[in-house]
């Protein structure tokens, strides 16, 4: 560890009445011992998750920290966890995914290495698992196409990813000073805030590590879960609101690395089409002109990101509103979710 930091990592877990799952996140993380700080943080539950968390504080209490806070949400809950945390690297996870414990203390041990080297990175990336409710193979993304692996480098070291392919909460792992130093802040009350987690840090990431195995486990099955198709349908408002957030965040004609340009370029284009399927999805008029809408508002507001995402060729099929791209868009989506098993 360094002067600063006791810990070699902080695991925030941000818990919303998550009586039901949350020991099988603690009991995954717990093996990893006193280099590991876990911070569950209470977004205001109703039920025992109080409770439980008191009874881990108490049996381990060198690891274990709980703190309570009125209910804001999820991203509310880990800019919480970011304040709270007093380890080298910071991390998240949900309260009812889990992680694979061999593989994390594999991490932390070449962490450890590495430190001893006086190399610390802004992030370290690992591969991580979808775990969906009734599939027989796991779908594992991975970044080794794109990311040196197991050795320090830059964003101009990285080749290019393809276009479905991007970093989420689930793969990353920051160095907490420069996490809280880049200014990064989440909405409260707000769904699908993990994107805006995983872009908004990236132009001051300057040194990256990538772990070719998996860490993270992705739990998919809840009727309740924000993923799930008729919630990410209620709740379409809560997409454009993250996806305009995104493309107003930075202006990439301020960067030079090719590479770092091209990848938040594609980021964009990824919520872009996340909230065009689902309006095409959806149907009707309506939801056709509110389509229409939000790639118009993206046109005139957001432009330095809209010249950049422009010119993807998928987004040419995307942006356009008649009823060949729209049955391309359909059929992408299924494609997609087949592979993926996102939701």
Same mark, same amino acid.
């Given at each position: ?23 099988? *996140? ?16 209470? &977004? +205001?539950?109703?039920?025992? $998750? ?25 991203? /509310? *809950?880990?800019?919480? +966890? @970011? ?8 991390? @998240?996870?949900?309260? &009812? ?24 990175? /802004? ?8 775990? %969906? ?10 970044? !080794? !196409? ?7 480098? $830059? ?71 924000? @993923? ?13 609101? #993250? ?9 990439? /004609?301020?960067?030079?690395? %090719? ?5 938040? !370029?594609?980021?964009? *284009? ?13 149907? +009707? %008029? ?18 330095? !990101? ?27 989506? *299924? #494609? ?8």
């Amino acid at each position: 560890m360094t002067e600063k930091n006791d810990k070699l990592l902080s695991v925030a877990i941000p818990c919303y009445n998550s009586q039901a799952y949350v020991r099988k *996140a603690l009991d995954s993380l717990l093996p990893a011992g006193e280099r590991l700080e876990i911070i569950i943080v209470d &977004d +205001g539950s109703t039920d025992e $998750t109080a409770t439980i968390a008191a009874e881990y504080v108490s049996a381990y209490p060198n690891i274990v920290r709980y703190v309570y806070k009125e209910n804001g949400g999820h991203g /509310d *809950a880990v800019m919480y +966890g @970011v304040s709270q945390a007093t380890g080298l690297y910071f991390r @998240v996870l949900d309260s &009812d995914d889990w992680v694979n414990t061999e593989n994390l203390i594999r991490m932390l041990d070449r962490l450890e290495e590495e430190l001893a080297k006086k190399n610390v990175f /802004d992030m370290v990336v690992t591969n991580f698992v979808y775990e %969906k409710v009734g599939c027989k193979r796991k779908k594992e993304v991975r970044f !080794s !196409s794109g990311f040196p692996v197991e050795k320090p480098f $830059t964003w101009s070291d990285m080749k290019d990813f393809n276009i479905g392919q991007y970093l989420l909460m689930h793969s990353i792992t920051y160095c907490l000073e420069m996490l809280r130093n880049c200014g990064l802040r989440l909405p409260k009350h707000t769904f699908y805030v993990d994107n805006l987690y995983a872009y908004y840090p990236l132009p001051y990431v300057k040194k990256i590590f990538y772990f070719d195995f998996d860490i993270y486990h992705y739990f998919i099955g809840r009727a309740d879960q924000s @993923v799930n198709e008729q919630q990410l349908y209620r709740r379409i408002d809560q997409q454009v609101l #993250v996806a305009n957030t995104m493309f107003g965040m930075h202006d990439l /004609d301020k960067f030079t690395d %090719k590479h770092l340009i091209r990848y938040m !370029s594609q980021y964009m *284009a990824v919520l872009a089409t996340i909230v065009s399927a689902l309006y095409v999805r959806m149907g +009707g %008029k309506e939801n056709l002109k509110a389509k229409k809408e939000f790639w118009e508002r993206m046109e005139t507001r957001y432009r330095s !990101s809209y010249r950049h995402i422009r010119s993807i060729p998928l987004i040419w099929i995307i942006r356009r509103n008649n009823p060949i791209t729209n049955v391309l868009i359909r059929a992408g989506y *299924a #494609v997609a979710r087949r592979i993926y098993h996102f939701n």
